[in-house]
Structure formats: structure tokens, C-alpha cells
């Protein structure tokens, strides 16, 4: 990836003085506005600054595409951040790691499993793929041209609805829950197979798209485009109202630079990226705020009335075997996540193994209801693990939200009672924070009127040439997964850069 690819390992580095555009982060957002540009305007010199290291050739991949399981195991770890907290009783996923305090204010409900990732490729090298579209009060009814974002976004992604249309007793599942669930449903928000961004070789193998597949060959090839892993961008440079550059820290052998930038582009998270607008004294009144997660309700159920069919069960992990998705209405505002695996959540007794598909996992995401006083505030007096502002997480519960959370438990009953036999005995809700779908903490908005910290192309309000990008410009309370409308919102983004940046010279 120009020569991000010849620097990525081992060796002193240098890093350019100036360039048009330097984006930090390079998760799939950030992978997003490399790709749009490399194919725009490959004119422009554009560096990729991620402050974790880099996993896999090409950069960016998915985990689950390695095969190794200890190579696996030691791609997650490495994503793990400089300084993992202890678990405590939260729930810590492998490629991620736990805010180690101020998750929760006391007396409120906090995100106590907030988690992040750092590594090339971000979040996206450990997702479940899963790209549904927005519908109904989900949708962000002020950027031009969303349908044709939210395509572009699947070409990027690679996504696919019908790489387990095969898969056993697919079928069968979503029949059952049309039956159960569709009712009053317009057509187009009925049960169905889940777009996943993955691609189904003819063999049947799997290639899971990380930002590696939204780098693409276009982003690959450009020799203008210089990918820096392991380099933490400390401050966004501004002067006069304009960024014009970014302060980087060389976390190899410590030393400092200061890059030049025409536009600068900050892709990390819903929560690093506030914090590091934060750190560079750029402070707009929403930023940080509308901080909105996804609370989750799980399941469990083992199909009734289905003969045992061929296939073979992965042995000592659950793994995917077909994919449902039950869309969010306004009517109905939580999204359904129907997956059929190879082997049981729960223990079974060892003489009674589930066929393939015949355990049914399902998780059900709330819609918030979204506030200005939930929010993550930072700490200039105290620093995290990589030397920015400590994080302090704001965050309850509405009287909405419990009756959301109630109404998904009785959404996942009907569900299971359709399909089969529970494995547990009742619908669970996971500890906040667990849905990994933190949103709202850089919002778009129509207007520059303080409840918003970009506009519909993501520019930061009253600082030009500096753009944001990720799950928190999402200002909408939505229930489906958001990388799809978050890389949508990057396209368009990607696009004001391309479509008005002069050449150099001009």
C-alpha cells in the first residue's frame, strides 16, 4: 500500500512533512476515504495513521480469514490496546479490549463493557459482518443521496445476502419466523437473509471482509497512499479555523513528528474520536455527547422437528452456519439477528451433539433513546494508557429504553417459540456496551445550531478541511448494525474531499 507496506515492519521510518490528506485511523471508515480517494483523484498524496500494529498481509484482514488458530489468537491479542484491564466479571471479546475505568458514573448505568481495538483494520478485523440497511427513523433523512451511499457502501464492503442461502434448515428458520414476526411488516422489512460482507468462494470457503477488502486493490496500488501503523496521532493542527496538519507519536522509538495537511480526516472510534478533538483544544457543545450504544437482548433455541441433514460440526468452536434478519420498524424499533450455528452457546450433554443449524442464536438491538446528557466527557488532568485525556462514560437508562428492552424480550419469545426448544429460560439483556455499537459522540446534523459536530459531508463545524468519520457521525437512534451507513456517511465525506481539493499548485 504504497509505501506503507514497505514500512510496515521493522526499521527506521520516516514520514512525509506534508501531504494533501492524512486520515487517522484505519478501520473501515478510515479505509473507506483511501479507497474513495486512490479511485478519484490519485493525484493526492494520502497517509494512513493507526496507532495499533498491523496483523495480516494484505493490511487490514479479518481475523476469522486466518487459519492458524494460535496465528488467530495472536492477531486478537496483539489488537488488545497497550495496557488490557482485567475483565472484572465484563464481558471481553477476543480483538478487543475493556475501558479499564470510567465506564460507569456512579449511580448511573454506564457502558460497562465499552470496548475498543487497535490495530490496522480497527474494529472491522473482528466484526460479524453484518450489513443491514437502515429503515424508517433509522435513516438520516438530511444527507443527499443516501440509498446511492448506502450502494456505494456495499460495493466497498463486498456485501453479500446470500452467501448461506445453502446453508441447513436456513430455509426452514426464516419461514418460521415470517410466520411468526411479519404480521403488519411492509414487505420490505420482512424477514430475510442478513447482507453480510463476505464473499462465498465456489469451494464453499469464506473470505470475511475486514478493511483490507475496502482498501482494495485501488488503495493497494497507489503509490501516493502510505500506510504508518503503530503511530498515534496526539492533536489535530488548526490555525486560523482551518486544520492544516496532525501531531504523531512514533510509538516504536518514541520520537515526534508534525505532518502537514490540506484536509485531515479523523477516523479512530465513537470514543477516541472525541477524544482526541478533545486533546487539540477543539471542543464544539455536542462533542462527546449523544453518546447513544444498543442495548441487547440473547437467546437461545434448538430447532423442533427437523431431520438431521449432512454436514460436518466445527469442532470446539460455534460457528456460523446461516444468518436471519429481522429489520427494525418504527413500529417494532429493535433489529433481529437470527444465526444458525454449528454447535450449541450452551453445554449439551456429550451424547446429544446439534446437527449443523439446528442451534438457533438470537439477538435482538434496541434503539436508545438518544440524549444530549449521555455522553463521554475527558479529563485533562488525568491521562489513559496512550497519553490522551482519561475517559469518564455518562450514561443511563430511560423509562423508553426499559420499555424497548421489555418489548425486544417479548419479540425474541415469539421468535423462539416458533422455532424451537429454548436452550435457556429466559431472554437475557447483556450488560451495556456489549452491543460494540457506540454511536452519536461526533453527529452530523442538518445545522450548525450546537446540538451537532459535522455537517451532512462530515466537516467539522467551524473548523475547515478537518473531517470525522465512524459510528458516532451516525445522529439517528438506530437498532441495525452501523458500518454500512457509517462508510456510506465516508463515501460522501471522501467525495466533498475529492470533489474540492484543488491540485497542488493551483
Known sequence: MGNGNRNADGGTRTFPEHVDVAIVGSG????????????????????????????????????????????????????????PAPPDGRLARPGTFLLPDGHTAQGEDGLPNAAMSSNVGGMGAHWTAACP??????????????????????????????????????????????????????????????PLAVRRD????????????????????????????????????????????????????????????????????????????????????????????????????????????????????????????????DEEPFHGQVMQLDASPVPLAEDDEPAPGTVVGLGWFCAKDVRAEDRVEFDDERDDAYGLPAMQIRYRLTARDHAAIEAARGAVRRAAEALGEPLDNEPRALALGASLHYQGTVRAGRENDGTSVCDADSQVWDVRGLYVAGNGVIPTATACNPTLTSVALAIAGARHIAGNLPAEGR
Not at 434448515?169 to 424477514?191: I, M
Open 28 to 83: 473501515p471508515c478510515g479505509a473507506a476515504y483511501a479507497r474513495i480517494l486512490s479511485e478519484q483523484r490519485p493525484d493526492l498524496h494520502v497517509v494512513t495513521f493507526e496507532a495499533g500494529p498491523l496483523l495480516a498481509d494484505p493490511p487490514g484482514g479479518h481475523v476469522k480469514n486466518i487459519a492458524d488458530p494460535d496465528e488467530r489468537a495472536r492477531a486478537q491479542q496483539r489488537s488488545q490496546g497497550p495496557a
Open 133 to 194: 440497511r437502515p429503515g424508517g427513523a433509522e435513516r438520516i433523512d438530511f444527507v443527499a443521496g443516501l440509498d446511492q451511499l448506502l450502494d456505494e457502501a456495499e460495493r466497498l464492503l463486498d456485501v453479500d445476502a446470500h452467501a448461506f442461502d445453502d446453508a441447513p434448515f436456513a430455509a426452514e428458520v426464516r419461514k418460521r419466523l415470517a410466520g411468526a414476526l411479519d404480521g403488519k411488516r411492509p414487505q420490505e422489512r420482512g424477514v430475510q437473509p442478513m
Open 202 to 329: 465456489p469451494d464453499g470457503r469464506l473470505t470475511w471482509s475486514g478493511a483490507d477488502v475496502v482498501f482494495g486493490e485501488a488503495t493497494r496500488n497507489n503509490p501516493r497512499h502510505t500506510l504508518a501503523p503503530e503511530v498515534l496521532a496526539t492533536r489535530v493542527l488548526v490555525e486560523q479555523g482551518h486544520a492544516v496538519g496532525v501531531l504523531i507519536h512514533d510509538l516504536r522509538d518514541g520520537a515526534t513528528h508534525e505532518v502537514r495537511a490540506r484536509r485531515v480526516v479523523i477516523a479512530a472510534d465513537a470514543l477516541r474520536t472525541p477524544q482526541l478533538l478533545w486533546a487539540s483544544g477543539i471542543r464544539p457543545a455536542a462533542l462527546g455527547r449523544y453518546l447513544n450504544d444498543q442495548p441487547q437482548v440473547v437467546f437461545a433455541v434448538r430447532l423442533r422437528d427437523v431431520a438431521a441433514g449432512p454436514g460436518e460440526r466445527t469442532e470446539g468452536i460455534a460457528r456460523h452456519s446461516g444468518v436471519s434478519w429481522v429489520p427494525y420498524t
